[in-house]
């Protein structure tokens, strides 16, 4: 499990409209690399382009490359579903499925690649996603109470879990937190630290003490202009981000001159 990303010439458009324009970066695995940036940058549109997610917007196309280890996930021959098998997704809002057991939440995607699954093999996916994302003493005994009577933060890791059963080499997360009190922060939070010793992670935040708290390597966007697309302006360790970046337009965003 986990695989390097490396993205080359990456535009990304919305009918006419350039959203995020020539995007290069490599993204390495076992480790957290965080998208920072200003509101519209482009950011989240960028992460959606790793899984190919970007394509359920009408007239979304990319140009470029994205490379997962050795597959172009634009090649015409492959399939974006399996793709988002190999590359999971998080979104802002906690979104467990609201009709379903806590169990039938965790085991839904592997159900939809395995339909002969049997009972004892389900369990033991259910409780490895579930002790994977923390979540397994607070649950155990409830496994089929629905997902929905979770609090947001139990939700937040009940929908980490779902990405995970499926063993997919890369977990994107857009925002996970920003729903979330502080404790179910730092919940999420520690379990993105251990989460990158198997996955490839690459985290939206506008948060930047956490992204300096989580995160390997951070990309700042930033938009070239009003009403003009949203582009990396640099990328490096974290720690050299925060304190000794290169472009004085990520100092002055780190600082808080603008954004």
Known sequence: ????????????YYGDFLAVEDVSMTIEPR?????IGSSGCGKSTFLRTLNRMHEVAPNARVDGKVMLDDLDIYAPEVDPVAVRREIGMVFQ???????????????????????????SNADDIVERALRDANLWDEVKDRLAKPGSGLSGGQQ??????????VQPEVLLMDEPCSALDPISTLAIEDL????????TICIVTHNMQQAARVSDQTAFFNL??????????????TNKIFTKPDKKETENYITGRFG
């Open 93 to 119: 809002q906690p979104n467990p499925f609201p009709t379903m057991s806590i169990y039938d939440n965790v085991i839904a995607g592997s159900k939809l690649n395995n339909q002969r699954m049997s009972k």
């Open 1 to 12: 499990m986990a695989k390097r990303i490396d993205v080359s010439g990456l535009n990304v």
């Open 224 to 237: 070239a202009g009003t009403g003009q697309p949203g582009r990396l302006i640099e990328m490096g360790e």
């Open 156 to 165: 937040q890791r009940l929908c980490i879990a779902r990405a995970v059963a």
């Open 31 to 35: 480790a957290v690399t965080a998208f």
């Open 192 to 199: 993105i630290a251990s989460l990158k010793e198997n996955y």
